[in-house]
């Protein structure tokens, strides 16, 4: 038992539900950060980036602005701004002005980066699989990983 493990079981009142599901987003967030660096050198959060600019569009509205992007990877403004230079560094994202706002400068995920998500995606989704059954056998977290498979349940359907 860690001492994270006593905080969840000590806490009281509206404490005990946010502490496990703090415990549970540290424990899948570690499990694919290893995962992942092991794999792809990726990190978590720059395959959270891809993943979320990858499904960007030419259409009406298909494009995300920097604070957009941030909200999305759950990040400051500058440190999604540090994130996306240093995948840019690596041609992993390109940088371009707004067609229609000169001041405003979207990011697009290259072929290169592209192809790593496409990579890194079956390990990714290996390790939260295998975070989320470990996370299922502990009884305090069992009700949350419950909730996200049912949110991944409707998510599908």
Known sequence: MTATDDVVSAAVGAAPGWYALSLLHGRIDAHLERALQGAHELSAREYS??????????????????N????AVVLSQSATTRLVTRLE???LLA???????????????????????????PTHDAALREALDAAGADARLAPLVESVERLNGAAVG
Do not use: K, N
Not at 99 to 115: C, E, H, N, Q, S
């Open 49 to 66: 980036l891809l993943e979320v600019l990858s499904h960007q569009h030419d259409g009406e509205g298909g494009h995300l602005r920097m």
């Open 68 to 71: 957009q992007v941030a909200e």
């Open 89 to 91: 560094d690596r041609g």
């Open 95 to 121: 940088r371009y002005l707004c067609p229609t706002d000169r001041r405003g400068i979207y990011t697009d995920v290259t072929p290169a980066g592209l192809a790593l998500l496409d990579q890194a995606r």
